[in-house]
């Protein structure tokens, strides 16, 4: 996990899935309910974002999508697409670190809430910086064998 953050460099080409993208940011967060955890989001070519969780070796990719429809079906669970969710997270991210691109280009300070489904992830976020503007992600779990850097 560490060796793959580590060669994610600006403009890295790299292979998820047979699919190419091109790294554009990369930025370490952390939580203020939990300071000691550390993730990397990556900002992709093809409106798409990669996220790092060293700690529960845990990678995804995704879309972020404007005006999400999804039912709150409990404070727990939600559902989209047909499918039901499940929570596995919620918190208050901030930025430890820009290694490259600029704030304009990252999420910055977000309020979010994780969901899980079978191989998918869904995160519903807020951005308090940018006018609470809405940065909701479907993701895919991915396995480290899933992506390549070229």
């Not at 952390?30 to 529960?56: F, H, Q, R």
């Not at 304009?104 to 899980?116: A, L, N, P, R």
Request: hydrophobic share 35%; proline share 1%; aromatic share 8%.
């Amino acid at each position: 996990m560490k060796n793959l953050i580590s060669r994610l460099n600006k403009n890295t080409h790299i292979i998820i899935k047979g699919e190419e993208y091109i790294v554009k940011t990369k930025t370490w967060y952390s939580i203020e309910e939990d300071k000691t955890a550390s993730y990397v989001k990556c900002e992709l070519s093809n409106n798409k974002v990669m996220v790092i969780i060293p700690d529960d070796e845990l990678i995804y990719i995704g879309k972020v999508i404007e005006n999400m429809r999804y039912e709150r079906i409990s404070k727990d669970r939600i559902k989209y697409s047909d499918t039901l969710f499940s929570k596995i997270g919620e918190g208050h991210q901030f930025i430890t670190k820009i290694e490259f691109g600029n704030e304009d280009e990252v999420e910055g300070k977000c309020i979010f809430e994780d969901y899980e489904a079978e191989n998918n992830i869904i995160s519903l976020g807020t951005l308090p910086d940018k006018e609470n503007v809405r940065a909701d992600v479907y993701a895919n779990i991915l396995n480290i064998e899933d992506i390549e850097i070229k």
